[in-house]
């Protein structure tokens, strides 16, 4: 199961920082990938962290974001810095637990709103 937090209404060139909460799995051992979806658009892969090895962001985040881990409380974090209106989306963590790209547990997700 997981559970994201933290998400809500910010100006832009703000900072918000989500949290995903990861039970009956061990993060270290799982890719985890942070996603968003803005209505009428595609959802995106916008942060991942495999078990091993550097974390890769979209493009359109790289810069600004930065998802990390903590093993003891079983949690992902996406920290998201100078934050721009076309941020704004639901944010959703996956889990992959043989990391090939095939997401099989979500969370509910979080809303992320940038606006002045």
């Known amino acids: 199961q997981l559970v994201e937090s933290g998400g809500g209404l910010v100006q832009p060139g703000g900072s918000l920082r989500l949290s995903c909460v990861v039970s009956?799995?061990?993060?270290?051992?799982?890719?985890i990938g942070w996603f968003r979806q803005a209505p009428g658009e595609e959802r995106e892969l916008v942060a991942s962290?495999?078990?091993?090895?550097?974390?890769t962001y979209a493009d359109s985040v790289r810069g600004r974001f930065t998802i990390s881990r903590d093993t003891a409380k079983n949690t992902v974090y996406l920290q998201m810095n100078n934050l721009k209106p076309e941020d704004t989306a639901v944010y959703y963590c996956a889990a992959d637990e043989y990391g090939n790209g095939r997401y099989d547990a979500w969370g509910q997700g979080t809303q992320v709103t940038v606006s002045s």
């Open positions: 009956g799995a061990t993060v270290e051992y799982y890719t």
């Open positions: 962290r495999r078990r091993a090895g550097a974390p």
